[in-house]
């Protein structure tokens, strides 16, 4: 039975962390950062699963705005989580408590000192290239695998453009797929700058601007 979508996009609460660190790690954990951060391909998704369940319980649940769509094998059936969106507004900074001593002990566990400087690195570029105008910051978007191409992302993208749209905002991002760059151009995103990162690949910054 095909699948019914059931919520389109809703915000979320504390209690939904689990699911969704459970579906950007099964959409994301074969993106080139990841592969890199975590080379172990038997470990990979389950240290993915913690290091969204770090980014969004630390920072992008109590500063951000993340969103889900729900579907439902049918009427009957409850829904599950199967893409997920973060979201940092103009007004606060959801990353900055991942930076944080009280998260460090978290981050260093996970990641391991051979890539924890590196990753710092690159933390700190994809800040730089961001644009200095307000805007809102697109840290990540993910759907299941099991629901690819049936245009819950391209919904779950659209509502975040569209509360961008209603502030006049541009909306800033970046992936390390040149696989998505494609995707985002779909919505009115433009590559305006790229960055390669030695033995990890190259980072493609996309900016919507403001409609």
């Not at 915000?11 to 080139?32: G, K, M, Y």
Request: include cysteine; charge should be negative; charged fraction near 20%.
């Amino acid at each position: 039975m095909s699948p019914i979508v059931t919520s389109v996009a809703r915000t979320t609460t504390i209690e939904d962390v689990p699911d969704v660190a459970r579906v950007l790690s099964r959409a994301l954990h074969d993106d080139p950062l990841f592969r890199w951060l975590f080379p172990d391909d038997e470990l990979r998704m389950a240290k993915v699963r913690r290091f969204f369940a770090l980014a969004v319980g630390f920072g992008y649940m109590p500063a951000g705005d993340v969103r889900i769509a729900e579907l439902a094998e049918s009427t009957e059936s409850a829904p599950v989580t199967r893409a997920a969106a973060l979201w940092a507004p103009p007004t606060s900074n959801p990353e900055s408590p991942l930076v944080s001593l009280r998260t460090w002990p978290h981050w260093g566990a996970l990641i391991g000192r051979a890539r924890l400087a590196a990753f710092v690195r690159i933390f700190a570029e994809w800040k730089m290239a961001s644009p200095q105008e307000q805007h809102l910051y697109l840290a990540a978007l993910g759907v299941d695998p099991s629901v690819a191409g049936t245009g819950v992302a391209g919904g779950l993208l659209t509502a975040g453009l569209d509360e961008a749209d209603s502030q006049g905002l541009p909306v800033f991002t970046q992936t390390l797929n040149d696989k998505s760059v494609g995707f985002y151009e779909r919505f009115g995103f433009r590559c305006v700058h790229e960055v390669p990162h030695e033995g990890i690949g190259t980072s493609y910054f996309l900016l919507r601007p403001a409609s």
